[in-house]
């Protein structure tokens, strides 16, 4: 959907039609820098009273149609004549993303620009640059990390967020909100018990949990916390829908985990880790996501508790997470939801293997503690069995300090190879650009998994690739291989294991990812058989 903005130069206003939001760029004659610097007095406004946090280089809108910051203005001065280009980009890895352009002549003096994006324009952050013969205006560098500060426009929804990953049944949740609405109404949603088997996995919430609250909110210029009473919910992931008076709508994750361990016989950790190392939400407001994914400094971290970058929803949640939460409900399995956290830092390998016969892993679980690690591989040992549905699991050692996580190195670097505990190493990826079928390799390794699907060595059955794995020098002896996806990366191939140790079994998908796949006809016999087997006593 196309947005106005309008150049006004000196009185005169040029207006021109512009898809989504700004990047700006000055491209002038090499002339322009014979005596000086060709932009000066770079500034942004927003028509309004600043957000927390704004500054100079920094401004917030909310086009949501109230006349109220619902426009940025980028504010210049040309030393001479200079063609103008105007981009657009985001930056969802290291390098700027340009969306769009647009090029136009402007003399010397005062200009301003003025962007008015629509209303369905992702709140997120954007750059803003101003160049002028290959040097950056407005710009500094980071000592360390060695990426610009440049100019930057907000665009801000209905920011939440949750001060922890779970929360008991009747306790109480604190929500972070930051919002210009005038009141919001909050919903609660459970996610996987979807309104109908045969509509797609991406109908992410199930049903409301209880009556809207609406909250009338007087914090238009600053984040603020509320509380949230927690039902007598059955454990499970939900998301707060939080739905302003305009229309705008947000959400916020929320996991409730069981008032005791054992509830069920069978858990499910959600990787909330590695939701938070994927998310590109940009709290500071340079215009790079906080995550060291947008980042090139190595000592990069990532902050625990923070909105989602756009509404709310966590990275990839509805291809890796969501189909599995709906085979769940939809085939009555009853399960005990933990997150990280949990397994990292409120419990024990012992007191989990009392409690579950099973402990599934269906995401993608790169981003682990040591602690976490240890309770999981000492859960193993105790005899509780696992199960990895999807790959590259466990893989980074993750330091966390309070609430954020830093990514120090790969496990397999410190001497504790991630294939000792799930059977299988991370061994490459592809970016999500191919995927293949499994094809049986060895049936007889796991025919319980196999028993009424009609599949053998030689079927094939469902899709996976994006990240892979295989069965290394440091798997458990005995480990093998169930199924595979041949040269899905270039001449390397994805490898389903399998291996039983101390009276535990550990089975590994080996591919992104069965759990996205749970509820297709090919695959959900498979979970099915998996279940039965995994959960014997």
């Not at 005995?478 to 040269?487: D, E, L, Q, S, V």
Request: aromatic content about 10%; proline content about 6%.
């Amino acid at each position: 959907m196309a947005t106005s903005f309008f150049i006004s130069t000196r009185g005169a206003l040029a207006r021109a039609c512009l898809p989504l939001l700004l990047l700006v760029s000055v491209l002038a004659p090499a002339a322009a820098n014979a005596t000086g610097a060709a932009v000066t007095d770079i500034s942004l406004t927003n028509g309004g009273r600043p957000f927390s946090g704004d500054n100079r280089l920094l401004t917030t809108i909310s086009p949501n149609g109230d006349g109220i910051r619902d426009r940025a203005t980028i504010h210049f001065r040309l030393r001479a004549t200079a063609v103008v280009h105007f981009e657009i980009a985001t930056v969802d890895t290291q390098t700027p993303k340009q969306v769009e352009s647009r090029t136009i002549r402007l003399g010397p003096g005062r200009h301003s620009i003025v962007w008015a994006p629509s209303p369905k324009t992702e709140p997120r952050t954007y750059l803003a640059l101003l160049r002028v013969g290959g040097i950056t205006y407005g710009a500094r560098r980071y000592a360390q990390a060695g990426r610009l500060i440049t100019p930057v426009i907000r665009v801000r929804g209905v920011d939440a967020s949750f001060s922890q990953e779970s929360y008991a049944p009747r306790s109480t949740a604190r929500l972070t909100v930051s919002t210009d609405a005038r009141s919001l109404r909050l919903d609660v949603l459970q996610s996987g018990p979807g309104r109908d088997p045969r509509l797609t996995n991406f109908d992410v919430f199930g049903p409301v949990m209880s009556e809207p609250i609406t909250v009338p909110w007087s914090y238009p210029n600053s984040p603020h916390a509320i509380s949230l009473s927690i039902g007598n919910w059955p454990s499970g992931v939900y998301f707060v829908r939080l739905t302003a008076d305009d229309g705008r709508v947000g959400y916020a994750p929320l996991i409730v985990r069981p008032a005791h361990l054992g509830e069920h016989r069978v858990a499910v950790v959600m990787p909330t880790f590695t939701w938070q190392a994927y998310n590109f939400e940009d709290e500071n407001g340079d215009g790079w996501g906080d995550t060291w994914y947008a980042s090139w400094d190595e000592h990069a971290t990532v902050r625990l508790g923070r909105h989602y970058v756009g509404r709310g929803i966590p990275p990839h949640f509805r291809q890796y997470d969501l189909n599995f939460l709906h085979w769940l409900t939809w085939r009555d399995r009853g399960v005990d939801y933990l997150t990280d956290s949990d397994i990292a830092s409120g419990t024990s390998a012992a007191n989990l293997a009392h409690a579950y016969d099973l402990i599934i892993f269906p995401g993608h679980h790169e981003y682990v503690t040591p602690r976490e690690f240890r309770v999981m591989r000492g859960y193993r040992n105790l005899g509780g069995n696992l199960a990895y549905l999807s790959a590259n699991n466990f893989y980074w050692h993750t330091v966390r300090h309070g609430d954020r996580l830093l990514r120090t190195a790969t496990f397999r670097s410190l001497g504790k190879p991630e294939e000792e505990l799930t059977g299988a190493q991370y061994r490459a990826n592809n970016g999500g650009q191919h995927q293949k079928p499994w094809v049986v390799v060895h049936a007889e390794v796991a025919p319980w998994l196999f028993v009424g699907t009609g599949l053998h060595n030689g079927s094939s059955f469902g899709r996976g690739g994006v990240e892979i794995d295989e069965i290394g020098a440091a798997s458990p002896a005995g480990t093998r291989m169930i199924a595979t996806i041949p040269h899905v990366i270039g001449n390397l191939s994805a490898q389903m294991s399998f291996y039983e140790k101390n009276g535990a079994k550990v089975f590994s998908a080996g591919a992104f990812t069965l759990a996205g796949q749970a509820t297709s006809s090919e695959v959900s016999p498979l979970l099915d058989n998996l279940w039965r087997y995994m959960t014997k006593p």
